[in-house]
């Protein structure tokens, strides 16, 4: 698959933006990127794994370590000291721009609203009073930022996003369509003494760090007093879901359809994998890993990884699956048992 380029690169700059070295020509020009497999001539692939450099066709530019271009002659492109994480800045030069500035038309603006003239705030888009927004902000389209909320510089948020009241950005944050930022929390006091539920009110907000991303369809509420907070760095999938007064520390990830229940705290550098969640005033360690439909019920010690519900450590977790996998042949061996006891039993008699 290839992207194409709106202007084209040579190798000699993007080996500059990578800092790498060309091997080749510096001048030759580099039409796109584009993955191994069936990348056309003058095209550029970031090459780390072995079993890709035979899907490579004549012509066909790399972004390879310096071991691999002695490995195989005749490649031409960039050498690198990490070809894996140079990619992505390798993407970011053909990234499309999308950079406006201004008000539409179309957008609903309160006069008490603070609008950077270096921000642009898209059509249908509605910002109320006492909200800021800073300069290189992209509210795309139809888009609704509340009172109070403070969108920091150069975040960008998709079309159909909400932020709701007292929600705050860092810079360069990305709010993916559907999002929703600053919905009540679900605080709740149960039925008791014949009476209903009852609402407690919510009147915190809502904190995301530098360079935060939320995905589409997830959700953040705001905390009861204090704020819900997402540190800086951390990426958020899509329908992921992290409930009031959590604390979601730098360099998190949370991969979709995971649930963060409210005052849980997340240190640093957490990864938590599909389908997991977290109870509530429970605390996972820094640079811990929560597996795949992982349910934490109690504190971790940084740097665990875990599995299964209850969540336990990921080894002892194999080890009750595969004592499970025996069950029906260990039920069967005590059947067969206590037949043999039965017919002992009946013989003596």
């Not at 910002?127 to 800021?132: I, L, S, T």
């Not at 509340?146 to 950005?169: N, S």
Request: aromatic share 4%.
């Amino acid at each position: 698959m290839t992207a194409t380029l709106n202007s084209k690169l040579t190798l000699g700059a993007i080996a500059k933006h990578l800092g790498g070295k060309v091997e080749g020509d510096p001048l030759a020009e580099v039409k796109g990127p584009a993955s191994p497999a069936g990348a056309p001539r003058g095209h550029i692939c970031a090459v780390w794994e072995e079993a890709d450099f035979g899907l490579l066709k004549p012509g066909v530019f790399v972004v390879a370590s310096e071991k691999a271009f002695k490995s195989h002659p005749g490649l031409e492109g960039i050498s690198v000291e990490d070809p894996r994480a140079a990619f992505p800045e390798l993407l970011t030069l053909f990234a499309a721009s999308r950079s406006k500035q201004g008000i539409h038309p179309a957008a609903v603006v309160s006069p008490e609203a603070q609008i950077s003239p270096l921000a642009w705030i898209g059509p249908l888009c509605v910002v109320e009073e006492g909200a800021v927004i800073e300069e290189g902000v992209q509210l795309r389209a139809n888009v609704f930022i509340g009172t109070d909320c403070h969108i920091g510089a150069g975040t960008i948020v998709e079309p159909g996003a909400v932020l709701l009241e007292r929600v705050r950005t860092g810079k360069k944050c990305l709010i993916h369509s559907g999002a929703i930022l600053g919905c009540d929390g679900f605080g709740i006091l149960p039925p008791a003494d014949g009476n209903p539920p009852v609402k407690i009110p919510q009147l915190g907000g809502v904190i995301l760090g530098d360079e935060v991303e939320i995905g589409a369809c997830s959700t953040v509420d705001r905390g009861t007093l204090d704020d819900t907070v997402v540190g800086s760095f951390t990426k958020v999938d899509d329908h992921v879901h992290i409930a009031h007064n959590a604390l979601i520390g730098q360099n998190c990830i949370l991969v979709a359809m995971t649930g963060i229940a409210g005052s849980a705290v997340l240190e640093d550098n957490v990864t938590m994998a599909a389908r997991s969640g977290v109870r509530d005033h429970t605390k996972i360690g820094r640079g811990s890993t929560v597996a795949a439909y992982g349910g934490v019920t109690k504190d971790t010690p940084p740097g665990s990884v875990v599995s299964g519900f209850p969540a336990r450590d990921h080894r002892e977790n194999f080890r009750v699956q595969a004592a499970q996998q025996r069950l029906p042949e260990l039920l069967q061996r005590v059947r067969r048992l206590e037949q043999a006891a039965e017919k002992h039993k009946k013989d003596e008699g």
